[in-house]
Antibody, heavy 121, light 107 residues
Framework: QVQVVESGGGLVKPGGSLRLSCAAS????????MNWIRQAPGKGLEWVSY????????YYADSVKGRFTISRDNANSSLFLQMNSLRVEDTAVYYCAREKGSRAPDVFDFWGQGTMVTVSS | DIQMTQSPSTLSASVGERVTITCRAS??????LAWYQQKPGKAPKLLIY???SLQSGVPSRFSGSGSGTEFTLTISSLQPDDYATYYC?????????FGQGTKVEIK
């Protein structure tokens, strides 16, 4: 069955860095576009970043552009999010999500359980 | 960016009631609208895509309608498992945006 499992969250000081990982299984990872979406405590959902199947196209939300870097390793069915210059407002649960793939852009049909990132001094 | 506005923010309803949630887009998004259900501490779950298409495995009491800028999610007969927060999402452009959410509570 399709599974995506995030890891790498934790507590970090403002200005610090963190690298999130997402391990995918149960589908041909290299065929799918992938995304990161976040949710601050008690708040709604915010799309963060997109990467195409071949990594040729990448997009970021304005709120993280220049600080976050998305990447993927198709050989190992993994997605990454390198987060630098972290701010208190980056505190959130970060979800890895697969795009359904029937069009571009598309909906997110499978989500991981999320990994919590807390930015605090 | 396309702004998505849901109403109401909170809804109280009893088991068996018909429930309707509205989502408005700041510009036309054709039918590129999805609905997700999220329970506390869990990831969102895709319910509806392309405004009215039911995702595989989702009960038929959920339905969606609309196009352009106005959309609705309807639960025909609310079940205990349906108490959750619901989000609409536009995917007309690559800068995906979500509504602020509608929490469905027990009346």
């Amino acid at each position: 069955q399709v599974q995506v499992v995030e890891s790498g969250g934790g507590l970090v000081k403002p200005g610090g860095s963190l690298r999130l990982s997402c391990a995918a299984s149960g589908f041909t990872f290299s065929d799918y576009y992938m995304n990161w979406i976040r949710q601050a405590p008690g708040k709604g959902l915010e799309w963060v970043s997109y990467i195409s199947s071949s990594s040729s196209t990448i997009y970021y939300a304005d709120s993280v552009k220049g600080r976050f870097t998305i990447s993927r390793d198709n050989a190992n069915s993994s997605l990454f999010l390198q987060m630098n210059s972290l701010r208190v407002e980056d505190t959130a649960v970060y979800y890895c999500a697969r795009e359904k793939g029937s069009r571009a852009p598309d909906v997110f049909d499978f989500w991981g359980q999320g990994t919590m990132v807390t930015v605090s001094s | 960016d396309i702004q998505m506005t849901q109403s109401p923010s909170t809804l109280s309803a009893s088991v068996g009631e018909r429930v309707t949630i509205t989502c408005r887009a700041s510009q036309s998004i054709s039918s590129w609208l999805a609905w997700y259900q999220q329970k506390p501490g869990k990831a969102p779950k895709l319910l509806i895509y392309k405004a009215s298409s039911l995702q595989s495995g989702v009960p038929s009491r959920f339905s969606g309608s609309g196009s352009g800028t106005e959309f609705t999610l309807t639960i025909s007969s609310l079940q205990p498992d349906d108490y959750a927060t619901y989000y609409c999402q536009q995917y007309s452009s690559y800068w995906w945006t979500f509504g602020q959410g509608t929490k469905v509570e027990i009346k």
